[in-house]
Nanobody, 126 residues
Framework: QVQLVESGGGLVQAGGSLRLSCTTS????????MGWFSQAPGKEREFVAA????????RYADSVKGRFTISRDNAKNTTYLQMNSLRPEDTAVYYC???????????????????WGKGTQVTVSS
């Protein structure tokens, strides 16, 4: 019933850019805070960025602040993660997540979110 579909991952050289997209149903998108998490092999899933449904409140992990920008386009039912100045350490699978009914500042923990996409691979070469 609730589907989140990520796209936009790929292979890029260090210093390059990618834009990830997460498309959801309209019902889900309009009621949800949206987040992005990353997970490298053998590591725990980590918070990257999030944005609220009604008030914005963009949040970023310290490691990506100033490099990544999260946004959402209600007309397209899509959340974006613009990634600039990419580093090899950014290499991971990136997951989109939705927190239904979330108001105010979005959470930064995996258990703050109710639904997850299947991920898109980002690989940054040196």
């Amino acid at each position: 019933q609730v589907q989140l579909v990520e796209s936009g991952g790929g292979l890029v050289q260090a210093g390059g850019s990618l834009r990830l997209s997460c498309t959801t149903s309209e019902r889900t998108f309009r009621r949800a805070a949206m987040g992005w998490f990353s997970q490298a092999p053998g590591k725990e899933r980590e918070f990257v960025a999030a944005i609220s449904w009604s008030l914005g409140y963009p949040r970023y992990a310290d490691s990506v602040k100033g490099r990544f920008t999260i946004s959402r386009d209600n007309a397209k039912n899509t959340t974006y993660l613009q990634m600039n100045s990419l580093r090899p350490e950014d290499t991971a699978v990136y997951y989109c997540a939705a927190a239904l009914g979330r108001l105010g500042v979005p959470g930064s923990r995996t258990d703050d979110y109710d639904y997850w996409g299947k991920g898109t691979q980002v690989t940054v070469s040196s």
